[in-house]
């Protein structure tokens, strides 16, 4: 199934060069600084339960896909929000996946399935409905041994560090499990605050009170609220924090006094924001944090533009993240100005910026990076973590922001097996693009090789201080 020289360019000469190039850094480790996998897995270590509930029911990737297409969502056996009935019958899924899988031709989810199938288990027929169970027979029987457990499969995806993503609600239970067992593998958790900085939140009062209760701040005053993010920060630190992550709905920042940001967040507790005061409040929340940044050091990301949980019946039923956040346009140039007018500058300070739309990307986001020290650009994320999406980047960003305003790849997901296929894929872009540059004259053969191994590796590792 898998082309060994797949996504590399046709004509023969930069194909060769392309080759060479992915050839010395393929098997590099993989530096995964912001995800969702699940910590428990690697605490706990348990077998994963079947192939289902491997590939399918967490992976938004494909239960989106198959839900467009009329399959129901308790069909593939997602929990409902109210407990009610869904599929448990994980061949009785896997089934009705395989004999849908069709649908995935062309897309990057059939690319990293794929890879997992061949690469990981050694399945070397198409997954189709004659074939649905011998392929889940096969997986099932590797599942039950010891060499596919969380902590094997850590160690043979050759994962230098993973982060995963907690609320500061979080007890860090499993992360504490991990650094009490004496594994050696590197699972560091990352600052997701939205619970508490987002007055949309679902019991966003509520949340801060808790904020309060976790750290003995009180947290119904503005400063004893920003003083609770401190020493919750510090906390996670504990747990090898090196960032903090934002899932904001637009770019937005702003630069309030003090005075401002305590009266917008009282109104915030009382529930009586505005939809514009609360976009501000998200948006002075996230100068606070930089700030913080400067003060502890993490890593601030910023993921704005996607409009979360888009289809109210879904929402209701599943609750959030099913599958239905859906890119928007996004403003960067002047929603970042307040942000960068007050930390834009700093040398010290390292700000990520994501993008749903490919649109800003030469108009905005590349002459941002390549003027500010303080901000680096992510890479394509989420809808353009793809081929194409991944080409468009360099395309787009390359002339203004360079290769080292960027920072390497990662793969933001929650479907552990697509790791290695998800950084395959973007090693292969990235030396299929720099074998163009070398072709056409205008990259070294030798620079080549070094940007290779940097956006492979080492820029991931440097932009977030792994």
């Known amino acids: 199934m898998l082309v060994p020289d797949r996504l590399f360019p046709v004509d023969p000469h930069t194909r060769g060069i392309a080759r060479e190039l992915y050839q010395s850094i393929a098997d590099k480790p993989i530096i995964s600084p912001h995800g969702h996998t699940d910590p428990r897995w690697y605490a706990e270590n348990q077998p994963f339960s079947d192939p289902a509930q491997l590939f399918i029911t967490p992976d938004h990737y494909v239960f989106r896909m198959l839900f467009s297409q009329g399959i129901s969502l308790e069909s593939l056996g997602v929990p409902r929000a109210d407990g009610g009935p869904t599929e448990t019958d994980g061949r009785k899924i896997w089934r009705l996946f395989a004999e849908n899988y069709h649908v995935f031709r062309g897309t990057p989810s059939r690319l990293w399935l794929d890879h997992a199938f061949e690469d990981l288990f050694g399945l070397t027929a198409r997954l189709s409905k004659e074939t649905a169970d011998s392929a889940y027979d096969h997986i099932a029987e590797c599942l039950a041994t010891p060499e596919f457990r969380p902590r094997a499969l850590f160690e043979r995806f050759n994962i230098e560090a993973i982060a995963t993503t907690e609320s500061p609600l979080d007890d860090l239970r499993w992360h504490r499990m991990i650094r009490d067992s004496g594994w050696k593998g590197r699972v560091v958790t990352a600052y997701r605050p939205d619970a508490v900085v987002d007055p949309d939140f679902a019991g966003f009062a509520d949340n801060v009170a808790q904020l309060g209760a976790l750290t003995g701040e009180t947290t119904s005053t503005w400063q004893g609220y920003l003083q609770a993010h401190r020493v919750r920060r510090a906390w996670f630190k504990e747990f090898g924090a090196t960032s903090s992550d934002h899932g904001h709905p637009t770019a937005r920042t702003e630069n309030l006094s003090q005075a401002e940001a305590a009266a917008l967040f009282a109104k915030a507790l009382k529930g009586s924001c505005s939809a514009d005061e609360a976009d501000a409040f998200r948006g002075h929340m996230l100068t606070e944090m930089a ?52 930390v834009g500058l700093e040398p010290d300070l390292t700000i990520i910026v994501f993008t749903l739309d490919e649109s800003s990307y030469a108009r905005e986001l590349a002459p941002l990076a390549g003027a500010y020290p303080a901000l680096k650009l992510g890479p394509a994320w989420w809808f353009h973590d793809s081929p194409e999406g991944m080409r468009r980047f360099r395309e787009m960003t390359t002339e203004t ?7 390497g790849f990662n793969d933001d997901t929650r479907a552990f097996c697509s790791i290695p296929a998800r950084h395959d894929v973007a090693r292969r872009v990235d030396c299929s693009f720099l074998a163009t540059l070398v072709a056409t004259g205008r990259l070294d053969e030798e620079e080549a090789y070094e940007v290779a191994n940097d956006l492979a590796y080492r820029l991931a590792k440097q932009a977030y201080r792994l």
């Open 291 to 342: 700030r913080m940044s400067l003060e502890d050091g993490l890593v601030l990301q910023i993921h704005p533009g996607s409009f979360r949980n888009h289809s109210g019946p879904v929402m209701a039923a599943f609750g959030r993240d099913k599958g239905f956040d859906i890119p928007t346009r996004t403003d960067y140039v002047r929603a970042l100005k307040p942000l960068l007018d007050a």
């Open 401 to 407: 922001a360079g290769f080292y305003n960027t920072v």
